[in-house]
């Protein structure tokens, strides 16, 4: 096995938040839709007990939990489609290349207008601190599960998890 002593020292001090951060997506991927489904039941049927509700009601509750992880897997997608091009690259600002040498160089009217489509990486935003907010708002929307009353709540948590897990994985 790897020994994390032998590992460099970032990799050596993300071990043990990563691992808790695993341990965490337990709960997050195997139990949301149910969690959903039971604040459904509860605001809908007055009970969050399943088992005795009525089909209606079940029936029901199951689509908004499938819901809520269909809007986590479009923002984990969404997430993971944007999020490279706005990472700032792990290079010398002198040694950077690709599009940005085109954008510089191209003087027309097409190449104006994809230069301001085109993100530009945010210097400060390294993978680093990217992993970092994703960990951080993982923990808070773990946190805040306490205080979720209603489907649509319960729902942007689980929406809003879709960004840790695409920057987590």
Do not use: K
Not at 26 to 51: N, R
Not at 58 to 74: K, N, P, Q, Y
Request: proline share 7%; hydrophobic share 50%.
């Amino acid at each position: 096995g790897v020994q994390t002593c032998a590992l460099p020292i970032c990799p050596a001090n993300a071990t043990p938040p990563q691992f808790a951060s695993w341990i965490g997506w337990f709960p997050v991927l195997f139990f949301s839709t149910t969690w959903v489904a039971e604040i459904y039941a509860e605001t809908h049927w007055g009970s969050s007990d399943l088992s005795t509700a009525p089909n209606d009601i079940r029936e029901l509750a199951t689509r908004a939990g499938t819901r809520a992880m269909l809007f986590h897997s479009v923002v984990a997608l969404t997430t993971s489609i944007l999020l490279p091009s706005i990472i700032a690259p792990f290079q010398a600002a002198d040694t950077r290349s690709g599009s940005s040498s085109f954008l510089r160089s191209s003087s027309t009217a097409a190449g104006s207008l994809l230069a301001m489509v085109t993100p530009r990486p945010l210097p400060w935003l390294s993978l680093s601190v990217l992993w970092t907010i994703s960990n951080a708002t993982f923990s808070i929307l773990l946190l805040s599960t306490y205080f979720a009353s209603s489907v649509g709540g319960a729902s942007v948590m689980i929406a809003a998890a879709g960004f840790s897990w695409a920057v987590t994985n």
